[in-house]
């Protein structure tokens, strides 16, 4: 069964460091998200990614985060400088864009997850 | 903003039934998911229900919501201890981002 794959699984970094966190969602898939949970709290929407473009982001998504498809299967968020309270697990998903407002579901498909601890 | 609440934690009997509770705020959500977490795991789709359905059976999975209240349930026929995981609700509308709970852990005793 196809699958998002997310690396790296753990990364530790010092406070004030750029991280990459990379992502391979399942070929045919045409959107692509970000979210985050911190530990014991709510999975939190990051950034939806749609034809080379954000197509919807959250209030958490500001100047210290981007993301960028860049090639055919990668898709990457970068924090440019991490804080403290970055230290979350971000997962990846897709999902093949059929969802409509009144017709099907959005079914998103995600990784395992890359834990990140700020120091 | 659009809100999902969820209890924690839930403990049941290897055998008995589980009823995983959530509440959300968006009327206009069309969509409600549950996905299911495994240690080390990422969320993974268990099932989802229109809006305009009030039940859903899928196995040993039923699914209940009453619109009025903004209330959907998640029942688990005869729990197993492989049925440990988090569970989180989940709503959302056509192509927008969807918006998780908290996640209830459910612990499940031999």
């Known amino acids: 069964e196809p699958e998002v794959t997310q690396t790296p699984s753990h990364q530790v970094t010092q406070m004030g460091q750029e991280v990459i966190l990379r992502c391979v969602p399942i070929s045919n898939h045409l959107y692509f998200y970000w979210y985050r949970q911190i530990l014991g709290q709510k999975v939190e929407f990051l950034v939806s990614?749609?034809?080379?473009?954000?197509?919807?982001k959250s209030e958490i998504f500001d100047d210290q985060f981007s993301v960028e498809r860049p090639d055919g299967s990668n898709f990457t968020l970068k924090i440019r400088s991490t804080k403290l309270e970055d230290s979350a697990m971000y997962f990846c998903?897709?999902?093949?864009?059929?969802?409509?407002?009144?017709?099907?579901?959005?079914?998103?498909?995600f990784g395992a997850g890359s834990r990140l601890t700020v120091l | 903003g659009e809100d999902v609440e969820q209890s924690l934690f839930l403990s049941v009997r290897e055998g008995d039934s589980s009823v995983i509770n959530c509440t959300y705020t968006?009327?206009?959500?069309?969509?409600l998911y549950w996905y299911k977490q495994e240690p080390g795991a990422g969320l993974q789709l268990l099932t989802y229900i229109f809006s305009n359905m009030d039940m859903k059976q899928d196995q040993r999975l039923t699914v209940l919501l009453n619109k009025k209240d903004k209330h959907l349930s998640l029942r688990i026929a005869d729990t197993q201890t492989g049925d440990s995981a988090i569970y989180f609700c989940a709503e959302g509308t056509g192509r927008r981002a969807l918006t998780f709970g908290s996640g209830t852990r459910l612990q499940v005793q031999p």
């Open positions: 998903a897709s999902s093949d864009n059929r969802a409509d407002s009144w017709g099907r579901a959005n079914v998103l498909t």
């Open positions: 990614f749609y034809n080379n473009e954000i197509s919807e």
């Open positions: 968006d009327s206009s959500s069309t969509y």
